[in-house]
């Protein structure tokens, strides 16, 4: 092959790296939640959307806007949990997704919404919709065969997430109306005006939605409070539902988890040898409770960090080792040592620490 050739081949293969990689340059971060009457198709789920990335419905019609569309956060999405979708008009339409579909009177057909607002706020279908960098889009089914009601996407809203046992649940749930945007910003990009904005802190409370905690269901009441007064122990899901009234139809709130525990606790702290030479393992035990990460820190007479190890365990006797050495590996010099032992739980609950001293001799 000539130089000149070889130059060509060249230019053609940088071009076309360069066009591969495109793609993924461009690609429009965003976040896909999918509610279909019955369950969640899909949680909300990041994906990447590519705007120059050639995709298709389940009826095997073929999309490539040109742009990150909504649409194709919904097949990204469906990449991602494993469904499929159906549209029509182009792609302008939502006609089923996950095998949901509207029924005859046009009931349970497909909505969508970005970051809080849908129609009329968002008024143009989900394959003429262009994202930003890290919008949220919201598709579900809406029971409204005639259109003619408000939709409020619920929201359970708790004080905190990670609960001692016997410590009380207090829910909030409240609805985000569809018809406003959620911040200034929004309302700027989607040509309404600043006075229709509501923020989160002003979503309005909802009565009368049934709120799962696991396997028990609540009402909401007039204030859209529900209080458990003994959660069950243990890690359980959270979510509100409720069915469409004189004025609005109602999105499934995203899932949440809460734990119930006993407090986390560490005891029985002992190191062997407490006496050691520089360089030499030291064993360090303690009794855990229940999992969680544990850590030990070992500090000199002067308070400076020498050397720290963590790592995952289950209840019960846990030991760690500390080589007797510095972070850099080098034997530690004579000396007292104070070794502290620390633990917290995948909730960040932690447990009172323990300390003891070593010394090096």
Do not use: C
Not at 55 to 74: I, K, M, Q, T, V
Not at 185 to 207: H, M, N, W
Not at 212 to 236: K, L, Q, W
Not at 313 to 336: E, I, K, M, S, Y
């Amino acid at each position: 092959m000539g130089t000149r050739a070889r130059v060509l081949l060249a230019a053609i293969l940088a071009l076309s790296i360069g066009l591969a990689a495109v793609p993924a340059a461009l690609a429009v971060p965003a976040t896909v939640r999918v509610e279909a009457a019955p369950f969640a198709v899909a949680p909300p789920t990041r994906v990447d959307v590519s705007p120059t990335a050639r995709f298709f419905d389940g009826l095997g019609n073929p999309y490539r806007p040109g742009y990150a569309s909504a649409l194709g956060a919904l097949a990204a999405a469906g990449d991602v949990r494993g469904f499929t979708f159906e549209a029509a008009y182009g792609g302008d339409f939502i006609t089923s997704i996950g095998g949901f579909a509207s029924l005859p009177d046009f009931s349970q057909g497909w909505i969508y919404a970005v970051n809080g607002a849908g129609f009329p706020v968002v008024d143009v279908g989900a394959y003429s919709f262009t994202l930003h960098k890290g919008d949220s889009v919201l598709f579900a089914q809406y029971p409204d065969g005639t259109f003619s009601h408000g939709t409020k996407a619920l929201q359970v809203r708790v004080a905190k997430t990670a609960l001692a046992t016997g410590e009380p649940l207090t829910m909030t749930v409240v609805g985000d109306d569809l018809a406003k945007p959620n911040t200034s910003a929004d309302a700027t990009r989607f040509g309404v005006d600043q006075s229709a904005v509501e923020t989160a802190a002003e979503f309005a409370p909802v009565a009368g939605a049934v709120v799962h905690v696991g396997t028990a269901t609540y009402s909401s009441d007039a204030s859209g409070i529900v209080t458990v007064a003994e959660p069950a122990a243990g890690t359980s899901r959270i979510w509100a539902e409720r069915d469409m009234d004189a004025a609005f139809a109602y999105v499934r709130s995203p899932q949440r988890l809460i734990n119930v525990a006993e407090p986390l606790a560490l005891s029985a702290l002992t190191v062997t040898p407490q006496r050691f030479a520089p360089g030499q393992t030291v064993r360090i035990a303690a009794q855990l409770s229940r999992s969680a990460t544990v850590k030990y820190t070992v500090r000199s007479r002067a308070g400076n960090l020498v050397a720290a190890l963590s790592r995952r365990a289950a209840g019960g006797p846990v030991v760690l080792r500390w080589d007797g050495r510095t972070a850099a590996g080098r034997p530690v010099r004579p000396g007292t040592y104070t070794i502290r032992v620390t633990a917290v739980d995948t909730w960040g609950r932690t447990a009172a620490p323990l300390s003891t001293t070593a010394v090096a001799r």
